[in-house]
């Protein structure tokens, strides 16, 4: 047979695997040990007395890699380094000026961190209180039972010392994902995940195997809202899915939510003095809407929990990281080809989100450059085109939400390539429009814009908050295909 059709052959087969699950997945639990793990049990180490080769893998989500494979991620690299988000792209400095995104924003690292990052974080982060545990502690939905809204606004360490002192800085455990009596999945955030299943009319009980085997990371790998009351403070907590369908929770029906309720408008962005909302990591969303891998019935756990052999077990790979770090291994389960090819072609997608995204990002700071400009000569007596400016703002919004996803999105584009690009594009649309329309109420107004609107960008990306967080043009992230700076 010659090479191609091999290749061909190989890659119809991994199809056919991709489309039959259960095959990629492995048999169900059988316990190794005779131990019983207690109802409410949370301690890890009590669960790894049944299950040692799982506990033992999950604890070593604390290790650092020992070689650099990743090209954008690479906030495992070594130990107690947190890698600078603001850094890897200064335009973010500029749109998130005015909360703490905009002074300090880092890149994931290992699940073992979750909390303790949170602990080291500039405090501004956790300006919203108790809340904040909902995606890191799996003490949350005891403590949002036993507070309720007190849960939500209280601030974030009065909330946190009510965990048990030597779980303080336990981050997602066995209890978050399973039943300790089987072992099967189960979905513990009910009053996030299950309600927003709901809300988009699935009923999360008749969710397939494989379907629980990303729902379980959809706890927290979405992007979520914090409804505040009228004196600011945080009530509660949910995610913008209600326009939504499963499959195709996309950015429009996001922003049409986030445009329904203006309780969510978290934080007021300092350039444009415009109240905002937020959205973060949003995995779930991205990769279910119609991407490849999804439609072809593969889960987060076949890409980022691959099986692995512990001495004569085969388990699932609880030391959650991204594929590239772990040399590709996981995409082996499916495909054929080398570990370089697929490294070369989650690579080559990501090149071209990061192009497009840069391109969208100083787009929007441009825009909001120009309402700095024209709020200030507004102050100045003059008068702004009040429809050239609505029209400006909403779509300075659209552009703005769209940013943020794509740059939230933690597989920069590999999750869903064609998707990501499609919002991006949207995204430079809405803000090249956005930029047309304020240039034309500003020359309305007698106000002269240079052809090169400063953005100031070190104004805001260097000496960040209480800390002093510097700019670290190393980290920088520059157009991989060298185009940005003929647009400034
Ligand atoms: C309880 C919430 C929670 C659940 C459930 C969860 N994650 Fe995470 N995950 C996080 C947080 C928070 C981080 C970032 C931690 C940090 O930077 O301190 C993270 C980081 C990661 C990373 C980056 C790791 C690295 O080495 O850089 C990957 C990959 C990941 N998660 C995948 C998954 C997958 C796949 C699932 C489901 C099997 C999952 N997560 C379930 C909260 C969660
Ligand atoms: C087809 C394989 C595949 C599937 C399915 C998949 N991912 Fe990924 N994921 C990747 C790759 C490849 C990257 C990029 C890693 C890199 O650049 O190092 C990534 C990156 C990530 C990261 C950032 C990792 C880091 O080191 O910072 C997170 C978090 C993540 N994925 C979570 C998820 C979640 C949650 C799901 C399901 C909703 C999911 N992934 C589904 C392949 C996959
Ligand atoms: C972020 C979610 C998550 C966490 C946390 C987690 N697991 Fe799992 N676990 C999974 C997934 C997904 C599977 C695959 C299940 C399937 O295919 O049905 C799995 C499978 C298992 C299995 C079945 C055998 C295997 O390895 O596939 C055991 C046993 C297990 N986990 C034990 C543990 C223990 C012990 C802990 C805590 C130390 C833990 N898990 C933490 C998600 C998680
Ligand atoms: C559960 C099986 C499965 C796993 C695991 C898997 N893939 Fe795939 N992948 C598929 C299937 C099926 C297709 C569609 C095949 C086709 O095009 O005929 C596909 C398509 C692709 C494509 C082309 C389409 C696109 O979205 O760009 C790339 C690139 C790719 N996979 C890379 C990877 C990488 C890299 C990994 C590991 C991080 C991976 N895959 C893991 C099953 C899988």
New binding site residues.
Partial sequence: MNPSLARGLA?FL??V??LAPAA?TPPAPQPRQTVTIPDNEIDPAVWGKAYPEEYELWKKTEEPISARRSKYKTGMDSGPVTMDKLSHFPFMALLFNGWGFGIEYNEPRGHAYMVRDQLEIDSSRLGAGGVCLSCKSPYAPGLQKELGTDYYRKPFREVLAKIPEKNRDLGVACIDCHDHRDMGLRISRGFTLLEAFRAMGVDPGRLTRQEMRSAVCAQCHVTYNIPKDAEGQSVGLYFPWQKGNYGAITIEAIIAQIRSDPRVLEWKQAVTGFRMAFIRHPEYEFWTNQ???FR?G?SCA??HMPYTVVGVHKVSDHRVMS?VQAD?K??K???AQSPQW?RD??FS?QDRTVSILIRAGYQCATVAKLFETAHRARAEGKTIDAALYDRAKEFYEEAFYRTVFMGAENSVGFHN?PEGLRILGDAIAFGTRAEAYLRQALAKAGVEVPLKVDLEILKYVDQRGEKKLRFDPSLEFKDPFGLQDRFF
Wanted: glycine share 4%; hydrophobic share 40%; net charge neutral.
């Fill in positions: 890659y991994a199809g695997l991709a990629c991407s490849t891998h072809a593969a076949d890409c594929p590709m996981a995409c389960q499916c495909h697929l072609r989650v997608i390539p």
